[in-house]
């Protein structure tokens, strides 16, 4: 369905309103806008005409919004940030085409970047971008077209592709247990434990699932990434919680210890996630079902 002729106001008004709201004053938004005051006056008012509403309080030649036109020019701000990003990727590859995909950095690091010189090899024709982000986010305001995701797929107005179970050991350094040994899960709960930001919960349902009753809280140190909570386990400031593919080297070196014989599968997973309206996109479509390939195809344990 069209969108009737009112509802699009001209890019040149929203581009004065959205600098006038950020910017505070008229004559700023003139100077970045390149025009004279009188002109963005002149364009905020042809968009009140055109909309039938007062945004603009003018007192003693200074113009200000009203709470209402605040709010809309907070969302025409994400819409503008969207049309600029489509057309930076339009001129970027106008013909091969791009992504621009959101990673979490230590699977994007060890699992992702490993793989992708095969995807290069296939498909010279597209290019990635990519930018970290440990947390969901609205694909609207941030202009991405995919993104890593861990968690469920549950994530709102998006489809989902499984990349990969997450099977998790507490590793320590050899130091931290020069006073003593654990023998069982139980004797995990002693130790000073490190908690990643991203899995509050983690070790919880670790012991959980180890049928181990706390009469406590977990207390312990937060860390923000597997990047830094993997140098304090190294530096034996703790026990950390981690996926087996990013100790494998470190264990594999003795530079940490495994405190239990066998990974524990994690409640939720790697996926790659996509808006709903950008499944048709030629370059998303390649990368996914590239991506399909490396994939873990189903459930790793017995039911």
């Given at each position: 369905?069209?969108?009737p002729?009112?509802?699009?106001?001209?890019i040149?008004a929203l581009?004065?309103?959205?600098a006038l709201?950020?910017?505070?004053?008229a004559?700023a938004?003139?100077?970045?806008?390149?025009?004279t005051?009188?002109?963005?006056?002149?364009q905020?008012?042809?968009l009140?005409?055109?909309?039938?509403?007062?945004?603009?309080?003018?007192?003693?030649k200074?113009?200000?919004?009203?709470?209402?036109?605040?709010?809309?020019?907070?969302?025409?701000?994400q819409?503008?940030?969207?049309?600029?990003?489509?057309t930076?990727?339009?001129?970027?590859?106008?013909?091969?085409?791009?992504l621009?995909?959101?990673?979490?950095?230590?699977?994007?690091?060890r699992?992702l970047?490993?793989?992708?010189?095969?995807f290069?090899?296939?498909?010279p024709?597209?290019t990635?971008?990519?930018?970290?982000?440990?947390?969901?986010?609205?694909?609207?305001?941030?202009?991405?077209?995919?993104?890593?995701?861990?968690?469920?797929a549950?994530?709102?107005?998006?489809?989902?592709?499984?990349?990969?179970?997450?099977?998790?050991l507490?590793?320590?350094?050899?130091?931290?247990l020069?006073?003593?040994?654990?023998r069982?899960?139980?004797d995990?709960?002693?130790?000073p434990?490190l908690h990643?930001?991203?899995?509050?919960q983690?070790?919880?349902?670790?012991?959980?699932?180890?049928?181990?009753?706390?009469?406590?809280?977990?207390?312990?140190?937060m860390?923000?990434?597997?990047?830094t909570i993997?140098?304090?386990?190294?530096?034996?400031?703790?026990?950390a919680?981690?996926?087996?593919?990013?100790?494998?080297q470190?264990?594999a070196?003795?530079?940490?210890?495994?405190?239990?014989a066998?990974?524990?599968?994690?409640?939720g997973?790697?996926?790659?996630?996509w808006?709903?309206?950008?499944?048709?996109?030629?370059?998303?479509?390649?990368?996914?079902?590239?991506?399909?390939?490396q994939?873990?195809?189903?459930?790793?344990?017995?039911r």
């Open positions: 369905m069209a969108t002729r009112r509802f699009l106001p001209s040149a581009r004065a309103l959205e709201d950020r910017l505070g004053s004559s938004a003139a100077d970045e806008l390149a025009l005051q009188g002109a963005v006056s002149r905020l008012q042809a009140e005409r055109q909309l039938g509403v007062d945004l603009v309080r003018r007192d003693q200074r113009l200000t919004l009203s709470p209402e036109a605040q709010t809309y020019a907070a969302d025409i701000r819409a503008l940030n969207q049309i600029a990003q489509s930076l990727r339009v001129q970027a590859a106008p013909l091969a085409g791009s621009n995909l959101a990673i979490l950095p230590a699977f994007g690091m699992w970047m490993p793989r992708l010189p095969e290069a090899r296939r498909h024709d597209v990635i971008n990519m930018s970290t982000r440990l947390e969901p986010f609205n694909f609207v305001s941030e202009g991405f077209d995919a993104a890593i995701h861990f968690g469920t549950d994530w709102p107005g998006t489809q989902a592709l499984l990349l990969k179970h997450e099977q998790m507490p590793v320590c350094a050899p130091d931290l020069a006073g003593g040994e654990v069982t899960p139980g995990i709960a002693a130790l434990l990643i930001q991203t899995r509050p983690a070790w919880q349902h670790w012991f959980e699932s180890h049928d181990i009753a706390l009469q406590d809280g977990l207390s312990g140190t860390y923000d990434q597997f990047a993997t140098q304090a386990a190294l530096h034996g400031l703790g026990v919680l981690m996926p087996d593919y990013l100790v494998e470190d264990l070196t003795g530079r940490l210890v495994a405190l239990h066998t990974a524990t599968e994690s409640p997973a790697y996926y790659l996630v808006p709903e309206a950008r499944s048709k996109d030629p370059a998303l479509i390649k990368f996914r079902s590239w991506l399909a390939g994939a873990q195809p189903e459930d790793p344990l017995p």
